[in-house]
Structures are given as C-alpha cells and as structure tokens.
C-alpha cells in the first residue's frame, strides 16, 4: 500500500540530508572576491565606476551600441538553446490546471496572495502574477564533480535535517549550479589570496580610508597585504567592473589577458552561463524594449557581484542591495529605486537586506530569481509583493535555474515544504485524501509556478529509489504528466469520485501502468492541454480498463 500523506510529506523531508563532502573549503577565496568588488562599488555602481575613472584620468570606454548588444544576446541565446520570450511564455500557460471549485482560500487565484491592504478596485484591474520556472542546461563540454552532482543524493547516517541556506554545502553546491567556474575558484591549488577574511576586511577598510597612505597599511610589505593590495589597484582601474577577477582567477593560463572590451567580457562571462545570459535577454527586453524596471533577487553575493557588474558593463544603470550594507545604505537605495526620476533601470537586490521588508515593486512590474532560497515563504513573500503595484499591466517573475544541478534539490525541498502547508489551508473536497490530495497540490503548485511538469513525480522517485535518481529522466517526466491527467480528471469531474476512491490504495501502481503505456517519444504533455471533456473521453477508460486487468491479475 501507497504511503498516506504524512508519512510521504514527512519521509521526504527527513530523507533529504546532506553529504558532508570531505574537506569542506570554507569559501575563502569567495569570500574575499565579494570583499574586493563591493569595496570598489557603491549601492549605485553605473555611477561610482565612471566617476573612479575620471578619477584615475582614465577614459570611460564608450557604451555598446543597442543593435551590437542585441546582436550578442541574440548568440548566445541559440548557443543556450533558449526560446524566445513570446514562445516561452505560450509553452509556459497552455496547459495549466484552473480549478474549478472554491479552494477556501480568500484573495487567491493560483495560489497568489494579494496583500491585505489591497483594494477591490485593485483587484479585479490588475491580473494575478505570471510566475515562471525557466529550467536551462549547462551547454559546453564542462568538467564533471560528482560530488557536487551528488549532493542530496545519499543520505548521512544521523543526518535528519536538509541543509539551510546558511549551511557551507549549500553555498558552495548552489555557486557552483549557478555557474561551474565557481569550482575553479573554491578549489584552486594555489589560492590566490593568503590572508584571512578577518585580515582581508580590515585592509579593504584601510585602503579605502583617503587618511591611511598606503604604506602604514598594517602588515604593508608582507605577503597576503601584498597579494590583496595588488589586485585592489588592478580592479580599481579596470573598466568591467571587476568581472576580470573571475577571468584571472578562472583561467590557468598566465599568459592570456582578461577581455577588456565590453562585448568580449559579456561573451565570457555568458557563454558558459545559461542563467546570466537569460538574466541579460530579460533586462534588455524589459528595460530597453519595453522601457520598464525590473528587480532581480539574490542570495548569494558573490553571485550578486557578478549579476551588478554584468548589467553595469551591459550599460544598464544598476542600483544594488547588499548584505553587507548598513540597514541606512539598504533605505537610502530604496529610496531612490522608489523614485523612477532617479533613473535607476535594475535593481540587484540580496535577499538578506532590508529589501524583504518593504516592497520593490510599487513602480515596478518585473521580477527574476537568480539563485534559488531553502526557504519558499521567502520566495513566495517576493512573488506577493508584485501583486500590489501600481501599475495595471500584468506582474511577471521569472525563477531562473539550471536542470541536472543542486538547483533541482533546492526546488524538489522547496516544493515539498510548499505541498506541506497548502494541505493545510487549501480546501479540496473531502473525499480527496492521502496521495489523491497529494497529486492535485502538486498540480496546483505545478501551474502556480509554470513548471515543466508535476513535481510530485521527484517525490516518488525519491521515495522509492532514495536519493539516487535522475530528476529529468523521461520516466520521471512522463510520470510527472501523468500525474497532471490524473489532478485534472479528479478537480473538473466529480461524477467518477467513487471510481478515483476505489483507486486510492493503488493510485501510484495505476499511475506507472498507464506511464507504461505510453511509448516515451508520445510526448503525454501534449495532452495536458485538452479540455476536460476530451480529456475524460480519452484517459477514464484507460484507467478504468488497467485497473481491471491489475484486479484479475
């Protein structure tokens, strides 16, 4: 017999532990990266770079032209093999699940929360938020660390509890699923920094103090302040914002120089990064296109450092929340991103700020993820804030990961937590319960989200493989969409509730009989987006006739 909700709900999560990889880098060199670019930027880094250089009497390198910078995106989207944004967005609704009974939840359409204080008015002017998971791969022939690979695959002895955003594996698995270079730099032979984090602060906070002369740095002359001293100045005259330090610190080979030219920069740092050059694509179609704004959220910054320099050398004008700022800092960049005088076209904002307080979107009507949080409230929470804007045209978040990576863990934990309180608050008839109300809240959160296909089918997987599956194999999509046909024949047909009962005990078995069914090159999301009547005609009597063969078995 199939497992009931809360012993499924609740294994999932106790089973999803960490390995704790040997030797764990306490993200060092990362660490001190993220202090050399932020100390070199302010929260306004369009404007603080230009006027360092007026500074240095160096000249400012002339922006890129709108058709070459097009041009550009237009490369490396086909490199990246993602669509176009028209054709995603079509792919992403047509076959959502709508309910079509009330799920008790007040001020609520898809699982969207409008805020307590919005209007009636505003209510029925302002369509719901369009919420997209876009799932891209690594396309270049890159190196392979099963370790990181692995990481939620296989469980520690006494381990009970899934890492926490805080926790070092979770940094380091989710740099490098964001981008695999990271890997060069968490583990480098010779790191290419000595110092501390500790002695790595207080040098920056002395180089940056116009009354402390180089030379009564503490420690002047030694090796680490030498090291950190050297490459301030270079990234301090350098006009990529910083991004050359991933270029240097990337690449093995000493006698090849970083690309000074903005095109070549961006080239670099997008060509191996799908998510990076989707996050571009959306800032140029929403920013210059569409002349809008468009808030990008973060966790991680070194991840933060590289997404402000890109726009930056891209030419956008980017303001930036940092963890690292003072809670005054964090208000007064808010301040400005609030008014629209002020110029500011994106806005890099880590999640670990102030700017989870109040909202960004009130003028602002776009949003992206660049790097996924443990903790879906906090998701959710952004998601929420874009349904009370002020303008009237539709909200759309875009939530950014790359497939086969730690990326899928984060989603499946995130997905599972989710499930977990919506079995609490939404109201699905009563008949529907144990695995039946299972499939249909992964349904529902399936087309909140606009994912590729019902997530529920990770969490069988996992329960009967453990932690070594793969999440994209087509078995486990294929049964995904067969847990779609079967939500939607559940939610739009009341009339069969005594046949879907009958079929509890052995749902999941009926479930993987008729994936069986289905060669799989049939393609069975194409038939997610039938309507209910055509669906019940085709796939009831399909059900309906493996379920006899199971009893005369």
Known sequence: MWMTTESLFRNGLRNIATILISNIHKLVSIRINTLLLESLTTTCPSESLPQRLRDLSELKVPPISSNKLKAELCFLSQHHMQSEFESSMSTSTKDETHVPLD???TDMKHLIKRPSNASANSEINQPSPMILVEEYRFQWDIPHYPEIDNL???QSPGHENQP???SLEH??????SFDWRN???????EPPFLATVATAKSIMKQLLDP???EHCIEGFGSSEVVQLVDTYKLLRDDQTCGLRLLYDQAIDEKNRHAPTDRIDCIR?????????????ELAYKYCRDDKERLVEYVEEPWIQCIAVALFVVAGFNVGSIRSSDTGEEQFKIMDQWKNKASGLEILVANVNTKVMDVNAHTDCTKGLLLNWTLEPARMRKMINNMGSTNQKKQSIFHMLKVADTYHDFIERVCCTKWAMQLSKDIKLPEWMTGVVHEICIFELIKSTWHQQFNRYAWVVAC???????????PECRQLGHVFSIVAKLMLHHPEDKEFWVESMPIIIELCFHFKDAFDKSDGLECWLSLTPEQMRKSFLPIFKGIKRRMGSA
Not at 171 to 176: E, F, H, I, M, T
Not at 183 to 189: A, F, V
Not at 463 to 473: C, I, N, P, Q, T
């Open 103 to 105: 799920l008790g939840i």
């Open 463 to 473: 329960d009967l493989k453990g932690h070594d599956f793969e999440y994209h194999d």
């Open 211 to 213: 009354e402390i002369e």
């Open 164 to 166: 926490t955003s805080k």
């Open 171 to 176: 940094r380091k698995a989710g740099l490098n």
């Open 268 to 280: 670099w740092v997008c060509y191996y990064n799908p998510i990076m050059t989707r996050a571009l």
């Open 152 to 154: 939620g695959h296989a």
């Open 183 to 189: 890997k060069i730099l968490l583990e480098l032979e």
